[in-house]
């Protein structure tokens, strides 16, 4: 069975700090990786994604990562408290594919 | 920028009443898909609908659950006999390489 797993939090960073925050995944033959963010009532916002091993980075957001480890990440640099959110992470296995959602991180950026 | 719209915001039907819940996904995409989330739960998968026809769909996507794409542009979500637990957000997406959300459809079966 296909599973993503992260930590349901809440993750409580001080504003200005970096957030991390963490996604393993079981399927072996995802291929890429999708950050959302969601907040209370809304639907998912797609941050970024990844498909490559190492760091993809798009402004104050950073993607790693490590499929020999099936690990994704999202840091967040100069967190502000517009970040509190809950941060889901999917995985998909190629083009088309169905995407695999872990439950969410809730993260509370304090100021 | 283009985006995926949801009609209706708000649903509120009686137990045992059928609903239709509308998307427009992103016009040059190809892959939709419907998700539920229950409240302050997960994000969960029903189906996906590629090329006219589901390519996939989940254990929650029973007989009471159809979709169709009417036209060019719409991409419908049917829910026969609601139930109370069918009360929910519904998400349609749509993806090429990326996938979008839509804003989402409160449906509340009373």
């Known amino acids: 069975q296909k599973e993503v797993e992260q930590n349901s939090g809440p993750l409580s960073v001080p504003e200005g700090a970096i957030a991390s925050l963490n996604c393993t995944y079981s399927?072996?033959?995802?291929?890429?990786f999708f950050w959302y963010r969601q907040y209370s009532g809304k639907s998912p916002e797609l941050i970024m994604f990844i498909y490559s091993n190492g760091d993809k980075e798009d402004g104050r957001f950073t993607a790693q990562l490590n499929k020999a480890s099936q690990y994704v990440s999202l840091l967040i640099r100069d967190s502000q408290p517009s970040d509190s959110a809950t941060y889901l992470c999917?995985?998909?296995?190629?083009?088309?594919?169905?995407?695999?959602f872990g439950p969410g991180t809730r993260l509370s950026v304090l100021p | 920028e283009p985006e995926v719209t949801q009609t209706p915001s708000h649903q509120v039907t009686q137990m045992g009443q059928e609903v239709i819940l509308r998307c427009v996904p992103i016009s040059n995409h190809l892959y939709f898909y419907w998700y539920r989330q229950i409240l302050g739960q997960k994000v969960e998968f029903l189906v996906s609908f590629y090329n006219n026809e589901i390519s996939e769909k989940s254990e929650i996507f029973d007989d009471q659950f159809s979709v169709e794409r009417p036209d060019g542009s719409n991409f419908t979500l049917k829910i026969r006999s609601t139930k109370l637990e069918d009360s929910a957000m519904y998400f349609c997406a749509s993806s090429g390489i990326e996938q979008y959300f839509g804003p989402g459809t409160r449906l509340t079966v009373t």
């Open positions: 399927d072996r033959g995802s291929q890429s």
């Open positions: 999917a995985a998909k296995r190629g083009y088309g594919q169905n995407f695999v």
